[in-house]
Each structure stands twice: as C-alpha cells, then as structure tokens.
C-alpha cells in the first residue's frame, strides 16, 4: 500500500490514521486490519451486507471489461477528467469495483494515488492488482467512508451507490466529482428478450436530489455508442450486474441461446462533472 493512499485512509472506529505494521494497518488506538495476501483491507466493521457483488459477478465484470466493451466509457469518464483542474490529493473511486475505470485515471495523472472503495472483497482482490498505485479498500459506500476530510483531488462515481454527503466531505473545496450513471438507452436491445432490469424514468432527478445539496454541477456530457456482442459476452454483462440477482445460470443461457450469435447493443451513459459547494 502507497504511504501516500494509507495516510488519507481512517479507522472506522475512532477516524484515528493508521501506521503500517506487519501485513497489517494499526490505528492510533490499536484498532488492527490485516492486509489480506490479495493486497487489499478490509475496513468494514461488520459483516458485508447482502447483494455485495460475488466472486462470479466480478469475475464476468473482469472479462467483459477487459475486452473492451465499455471502452467508451472509460473514454468519457477520461475526457471529462482531463477538462478539470488537477486538484492535489488522491483520486478515490467510491464503488470502483475492479479498479477498471481509476486505472485508466491514474494513467492520466501519474503522481496521484488512488484509493478503490468497494463493498465486494472479491472486486478489491481484483483492484489491488489494477495498477500500482491503486490501493483497494473493502467499506461500504452507504455508510462514512474510511477516508479523511478534504482527502480527495478528485472523486470517481461509476455506476456506483451517491452517498452525497460523504462524497462531499472527503473532497478538498477545490477537487471534483465525476459521476457515470446509464439512462433509459444503455442495453436497451438486450431489456426485453432477457428480462433485465431496466433504468429508472426517474434516474435524473434522483441522481439531482443525491446530490444537488452537496454539489454545483459543471457539465454534463452523453456517451452514445453501439457494441457488437456475442453470446459470452452478453452472458457476461448480465452475471457483472444487478441483473445477476434475478437470473440463474441455466435460465439465463436459455435466454441467449435464442439471440443472435452476435447482438448489437447500444451503450449509453450521462458522464456529469461537480464541484463541492462550499
């Protein structure tokens, strides 16, 4: 773990910083996390709720991530980002998963450290090993986020859970948020022959009231594009998601053996960039 990262993490008992130890981060007060083996910490104080993404989920995500299908996004969420002012202070990626999308940000700013937070210890075994100076978190992004105040340049919310005021408490005055949220078009050919679980009407505004007391909104762009999938992958961006509660594995390899051997899907998301108010 970066020394860099480990000074802007707390305990999540008594908000004390931490000093490495032996495999091990110690708070102030003697509060004791284990680096696991994989490269991550565990900073959650009770078990991990239910729905915290699987080892099968991230491992669909993974895949169908490393093969480029969201490229577009990754591209998105990179141009939004390089429109700002580099703020000094780490880059956190609240709900990061994998660690996919920070890496590529970090690649963009080569003397930051970021930092993943994810609920699933099966994703922060995968984000550890995103990139080198990505350090993986397992906390739960609806409770108070393990970080210092003012510990973050920039904040990355990726099809991730908006905790308003704990995204604006560990942004420095001057840093940013960048939010990727789908809209109604994004996987809209796959919604009915599959049954997937389609974006709410609503998504907007609720996004807005996560985060318009918090947040001045900058500027907001649509990524819009189309994929050609095959039957794996479409049989991977559902097990990666949500969707994966609501099929089993026969049920869903029925469904796509009816489909196309290859299905044009379109991608779509709203890339929206904030500054904290003050």
Known sequence: MS?????????????????PGAGALVCAHGHVFDIARQGYVNLLTRPAPRGADTADMVRARDEFLGRGHYAAVVDGLVEAVDALVPAPGLVLDVGGGTGHYSAAVLDRRPDAPGVVLDI????ARRA???HPRLTAVVADAWQEFPVADAAAGL???????????????????????????PDGEHLRELIGPLGLLSVDERKDSRVAEQLDPH??????????TEVRLDRDAVRQVV?????????DSRGLDNLV????DVVVVTVSVS???YRPRP
């Open 3 to 19: 020394n860099p990262a480990l000074g802007a993490l707390r305990c999540p008992h008594c908000r004390s910083a931490f000093e």
């Open 120 to 123: 699933s210890k099966f994703a």
């Open 128 to 130: 550890a090993k995103a």
């Open 155 to 181: 904040v990355l919310n990726v099809f991730a859970p908006r905790n308003g005021g704990e995204l604006r408490r560990v942004l420095r005055p001057e840093g940013a948020l960048v939010v990727v949220t």
């Open 215 to 224: 947040f001045t909104p900058l500027r907001r762009t649509r990524v819009r």
């Open 239 to 247: 097990a990666m998601g949500p969707n994966a509660w609501h099929h």
């Open 257 to 260: 053996s009816g489909l196309p």
């Open 271 to 273: 890339v929206a960039t």
